[in-house]
Nanobody, 126 residues
Framework: VVRLAESGGGSVQDGGSLRLSCTVS????????SGWFRQGAHKGLEGVAA???????RYADAVKGRFAISRDNAKNTLYLQMASLKPEDTAMYYC????????????????????WGQGTQVTVSS
């Protein structure tokens, strides 16, 4: 069973930065597509960023230029560096792992990912 565990959430002010981390229990899945999703209060699950087996990256328009996804395969860890945070970034953030090495056409859809962490809360105050 693949297990994912997020950490690094917290409360910051508008314009602040945070780095989220996600450890993956199985090395093989650290080399497959991984992603970050978020769900704000009264909102649906939104894809934020994804990285494939060759470390190519994709981002939602709302976070382009502010967030950066990366991974350290030696540590089985996925990261999301978030900068210039806004109150609308407030959400529970989830990491996810995919059984695919490369992006599917719907690479920021939750349906492309099969394993999920429990989430870490990010709160941005104005």
């Amino acid at each position: 069973v693949v297990r994912l565990a997020e950490s690094g959430g917290g409360s910051v002010q508008d314009g602040g930065s945070l780095r989220l981390s996600c450890t993956v229990s199985e090395y093989s899945y650290a080399s497959y597509c991984s992603g970050w999703f978020r769900q704000g209060a009264h909102k649906g699950l939104e894809g934020v960023a994804a990285i494939d087996g060759d470390s190519k990256t994709r981002y939602a328009d709302a976070v382009k230029g502010r967030f950066a996804i990366s991974r350290d395969n030696a540590k089985n860890t996925l990261y999301l560096q978030m900068a210039s945070l806004k109150p609308e970034d407030t959400a529970m953030y989830y990491c996810a792992a995919s059984p695919f090495r490369y992006f599917t056409p719907d690479y920021l859809s939750s349906s492309s990912f099969g394993y999920w962490g429990q989430g870490t809360q990010v709160t941005v105050s104005s």
